[in-house]
């Protein structure tokens, strides 16, 4: 699975354009939020993990910073193709946590992230909205990698977040934003350019969990955009402890 440009052979470009050609038609303007989600990944779902390693940047990072103790009880909302558990097991063996909920609107995705937990005893992969869905008992991490910017009410899934949290527990994210200082006409462009595809840029989702969390850390960054050489997208990491 490619990360970087190389290597990279013919049959990927092929599958990028395909990628491409879906993200250029955009996220479909008809149906329910959860229809319109499945309409815009059905097509990419096999080769969503390849691209998408080369557009998310600082998910790995995201994980590291979320330091999860040992046999923690953790959810991911907008879990996706459930690929950030590779990162996980990167830092603490998925086998030795009590639990990990995948939590996703999306079928086509998650029938990816249901293979890929396939023999995973503790992982569990759940049909639902971000804005609703509870764990039957609070948690010790909550996170959300680049899925926040498509949950059309957000406000609604830090509030779930918040309140799925047990004292002292941390909600991570990363993700797309309108930096504070970023100038007018950078800030116009991209929020233009991935609103095509459902991805909703806004100074306010930082600066409401600084607010939420008032013991925090954030990192702001840019990062590369596939086929758009020069051009940094801004995205930052974000971990809260709750008081
Ligand atoms: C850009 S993808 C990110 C997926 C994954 N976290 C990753 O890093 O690859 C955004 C995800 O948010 C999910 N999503 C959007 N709205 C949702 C909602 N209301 N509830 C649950 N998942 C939602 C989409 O289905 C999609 O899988």
Redesign the pocket.
Known sequence: MPDSWWPMFPADFVADGRILLRMLRGLPRAGS?AER?QGF?APQAER?DAF?TRL?HG?DALIEALEIPAAARVV??????G??LAAIEKVRPVATLTRIQL????PA?LAVARQRVLGMANVEVIE????LWQPATPVDRVY????LT??PDWRA?LANAYAMLAPGGRLGLVDFHLPERGSQLSNRFWRSWFSHDG?ALSVEHLRTLQSLFPHSITRECRAAVPYLPGLRAPYYLFVGVKP
């Not at 991911?76 to 193709?81: I, K």
């Not at 939590?103 to 999306?106: E, F, G, Q």
């Not at 639902?128 to 804005?131: I, N, Q, R, S």
């Open positions: 939020h989600l990944y969503y998408r998310l998910r991911e909302l907008g879990c996706g193709t690929r950030n939590v996703d609107l999306c995705l639902a909205d971000a804005t959300l990698s680049y899925a498509m949950m899934v991805v």
